[in-house]
C-alpha cells in the first residue's frame, strides 16, 4: 500500500481548489483559470492506494465524457471501461430547480462489439428522476 501526502491550496483570485502531491508543491503556482496565485490552505490529504495503483475509497465515476473539439469522436468511459467502436452518444440533463421542471438524466450509448461471430449493436442507456416519466 503506497500513502502520498497532499496539500490543498485555493486561488487568491476566483477560489479555484487545488490539492498537490507534497513533492509537487512550489513557490508562484499559477491558476490556469484566472492566472491567480494559489495559496496554501493549512489541509493536508492523505491518499492511500492499493498496489495495483486504485485509490482506497476512491469511487470510480460512472460516466466520463471528454471532448477534445466541436469534430472529435468523443471518449466515453462508463463505469471505470472506456467504451471504443461508438455509433452514438446522447447526454441530457436539466437540474432540479427551476419551478417548470422535476428535472432528470438521460444518457445513451450505442457500440459495436464486432469480436464475436456477429457484429452487434449494444445500447447503455438510463432514464433518471422527471426524465424517468418521459
Given amino acids: 500500500m503506497e500513502v502520498i501526502k497532499s496539500l ?14 507534497e513533492e509537487k508543491c512550489k513557490d508562484g503556482m499559477r491558476c490556469p483559470a484566472c492566472n491567480g496565485h494559489f495559496v496554501f490552505t493549512g ?3 492523505t491518499i492511500s492506494f492499493h498496489g495495483d495503483g486504485e485509490r482506497l475509497g476512491h469511487q470510480t465515476p460512472l ?17 471505470g471501461k472506456e467504451i471504443t ?23 445513451a450509448i450505442e457500440y459495436l462489439e464486432d469480436d464475436k461471430e456477429y457484429p452487434v449493436v449494444n445500447r447503455i442507456e438510463r432514464r433518471v428522476d422527471g426524465h424517468a416519466f418521459d
Avoid at 491550496?9 to 498537490?20: E, F, P, R, T, Y
Avoid at 467502436?85 to 447526454?91: I, P, S
Fill in 8 to 21: 490543498e491550496h485555493i486561488c487568491n483570485s476566483c477560489g479555484a481548489k487545488l490539492v498537490v502531491p
Fill in 43 to 45: 489541509k493536508v490529504e
Fill in 63 to 79: 460516466l466520463v465524457i471528454e471532448l477534445e473539439n466541436e469534430t472529435a469522436v468523443p471518449k466515453v468511459i462508463y463505469k
Fill in 85 to 107: 467502436k461508438k455509433a452514438n452518444l446522447f447526454f441530457d440533463w436539466e437540474t432540479k430547480t427551476g419551478d417548470h421542471s422535476d428535472g432528470g438524466l438521460t444518457y
